[in-house]
């Protein structure tokens, strides 16, 4: 089943529409993982699988707009970084995860681990199926309370 390309007028056009199903797409995955339902490593981790699991979107993500969702994209972008900074932020206070550090920056570790396990796959650096354990490994010692 293919994309009926000739539905948008422009490249823009359909670069916007990819975009804004690419932000979806990720909201629900990250949705499904089950934010504040048991310890928030394992929470994280979750979400960590949920988003190699459509890295894919995530590359295109980082790659059509370097991270930064239009004003068609931001409420459901918000969403995301929401529910992923109300998570750190209940680890900090359980004590699971660093409190020295304002959980926006613990947030911006996982975009940015997460990122560099996807693009590590494309370079042939680490298997797909692999990348998700290596991701977490990483995470953990970067974020978890010292």
């Keep these: 089943m293919g994309t009926d390309w000739r539905r948008f007028p422009d490249r823009e056009h359909l670069r916007s529409a990819l975009t804004s199903d690419s932000w979806a797409v990720l909201h629900a995955a990250i949705v499904e993982a089950a ?10 981790d979750r979400v960590v699988s949920a ?8 590359l295109f993500l980082f790659a059509s707009a370097e991270g930064n969702p239009s004003d068609a994209d931001t409420s459901v972008a918000n969403a995301v970084d929401e529910l992923l900074v109300a998570e750190i932020e209940r680890g900090q206070r359980a004590g699971e995860l660093d409190a020295t550090v304002p959980a926006q920056w613990i947030q911006r570790m996982v975009w940015s681990i997460v990122y560099t396990g996807l693009h590590a796959t494309g370079d042939g650096l680490v298997a797909r199926h692999g990348v998700d354990d290596l991701i977490r490994w990483t995470l953990r010692g970067a974020i978890s309370a010292r």
């Design 35 to 44: 934010p504040g339902a048991g310890p928030v490593l394992e929470v994280i």
């Design 51 to 58: 988003m190699v699991y459509v890295g894919d979107r995530v």
